[in-house]
């Protein structure tokens, strides 16, 4: 059986909401476009509408290309980073499974590397992990390749992996080519449909279900 657990951390460790808006409203505020209600524009992203039905205003591909430029100078800076809180029960949860003797590795498509252990350092959780995998690429080929690529490149001692938690259709395309159970959770960037679309093994609410459905992983 093997002992290790690959976790994403976007999404089913950190909950990103507050700094994907805050990101978001500033860009449209030095468009001139007034953004959407917070509600609005995290339910859109979650069930992946297209950013221009979100908001009407980045109709115009120069505009919204625009807009991709500043959101990826952006997304990963401190000041943004401070708004990140970790999700609920997510710490007692990761804590709970190296109890139960599973090693876990985070496996990360952030850009800055350096930025995220300050992130995950100031948030209490660096020392939860047994290995951070950091790609520090998001534009040389599609997400799932690049978190594939991530994964293959993990020490020796993590190759009895077991499973992929993650909360979007990356995490589950990147699962599957590994070989491993892949895990979806609805507590991150993606509600259920589009998630079942991708058909992961399990789909569930967040970390503190995992414990639960280990046995059933296990087998
Ligand atoms: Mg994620």
């Not at 509600?39 to 979100?54: F, H, N, P, T």
């Not at 993650?166 to 395309?173: N, S």
Request: include cysteine; hydrophobic fraction near 45%.
């Amino acid at each position: 059986m093997g002992k290790t657990i690959f976790l994403d951390l976007d999404g089913p460790v950190i909950d990103v909401s507050r700094r994907y808006y805050a990101v978001h409203s500033e860009i449209l505020k030095d468009i001139d476009v007034t953004p959407a209600p917070y509600a609005v524009y995290w339910e859109g992203k979650r069930k992946r509408q297209a950013l221009d039905q979100i908001e009407p205003g980045l109709a115009d591909p120069s505009v919204l290309s625009r807009y991709r430029v500043r959101w990826l100078e952006s997304i990963e800076d401190r000041r943004f980073l401070y708004l990140d809180q970790i999700q609920q029960g997510a710490a007692p949860a990761l804590q709970h499974l190296r109890g139960e003797g599973f090693q876990l590795a985070a496996a990360t498509l952030r850009q800055q590397c350096d930025n995220l252990l300050w992130e995950l350092e100031r948030l209490g959780v660096r020392g939860a992990f047994d290995e951070i995998l950091c790609s520090g690429d998001t534009q040389s080929a599609e997400g799932w390749i690049l978190k594939r690529r991530l994964i293959e490149t993990a020490p020796q001692r993590l190759r009895d992996a077991l499973l992929l938690v993650g909360d979007t259709e990356v995490d589950v395309l990147a699962a599957r080519a590994l070989g491993l159970a892949s895990v979806a959770v609805l507590n991150g960037i993606r509600s259920r449909d589009p998630l079942a679309g991708v058909s992961p093994d399990f789909i569930i609410r967040d970390l503190a279900e995992l414990v639960s459905i280990l046995p059933r992983v296990c087998v």
